[in-house]
Structure formats: C-alpha cells, structure tokens
C-alpha cells in the first residue's frame, strides 16, 4: 500500500519562501506520477503541480506559474514543491498526491493522498 507523508509547511511572510516534501513508500516510486493539491478554508480542493513518473515534464496551476516548482528525487523516493514568492491566498492546506504513472488535473484521479501539511501565509 503506498503510503505518502508531507512535510515542511508552516507560518511565513508575503514573499518568503518555504519548500515541501512529500516521502512515498510502499511501492516502486518511479512507477507513480505525483502531484501537489492544495485547499483553503471553504474552498474546493485544487490542483498546483504534477509531475510525470518520468522525464522532465512538470504541470503548473496558472495561479503558482513563475513561483513555485515541482521536482523530485527517485533515489530518495520524495518529491518537492519549491515554493517562493509566496502571498496570503497561497495559504492552504497542501497534499501530495500520487497516481500510476500518467499526470491528471482531477483530484478524483489521484489514488493515494497525505495527510496534508498546512501552509499559512500572512501579508
């Protein structure tokens, strides 16, 4: 059963950056597209990033496009999202997300889900 565990949210500044990481286990991490959600408080939850199970495609929503970025390390089975730049409506509650292979924007996609790691961002 994969198994994801974020980490690395906290309380910043307008502008400040902060960087998460998603460790995965419980399967061959390289077989799984993984991905970054977020959800606001009264919010649906929406899709940040995406990366593919291989290659260098990554998928950005518009709203984080230029500020944040998506990588991952197979060797250590964990993926990132590098955020900078940050602003009050990037406050959320943030998800990794991990599915086989191919990247979907729908989050009714993704099979497997942290627990999320809250990210709040005062002005």
């Known amino acids: 059963q994969v198994q994801l565990v974020e980490s690395g949210g906290g309380l910043v500044q307008a502008g400040d950056s902060l960087r998460l990481s998603c460790a995965f286990s419980g399967h061959i991490f390289s077989n799984y597209a993984m991905g970054w959600f977020r959800q606001a408080p009264g919010k649906e939850r929406e899709f940040v990033s995406a990366?593919?199970?291989?290659?260098?495609?990554?998928y950005y929503a518009d709203s984080v496009k230029g500020r944040f970025t998506m990588f991952r390390d197979n060797a250590k089975n964990t993926a990132y999202l590098q955020m900078n730049s940050l602003k009050p409506e990037d406050t959320a509650v943030y998800y990794c997300?991990?599915?086989?292979?191919?990247?979907?924007?729908?989050?009714?996609?993704?099979?497997?889900w942290g627990q999320g790691t809250q990210v709040t961002v005062s002005s």
């Open positions: 997300a991990a599915r086989l292979f191919i990247v979907d924007m729908s989050s009714d996609k993704w099979n497997y």
């Open positions: 990366h593919a199970f291989s290659g260098p495609d990554t």
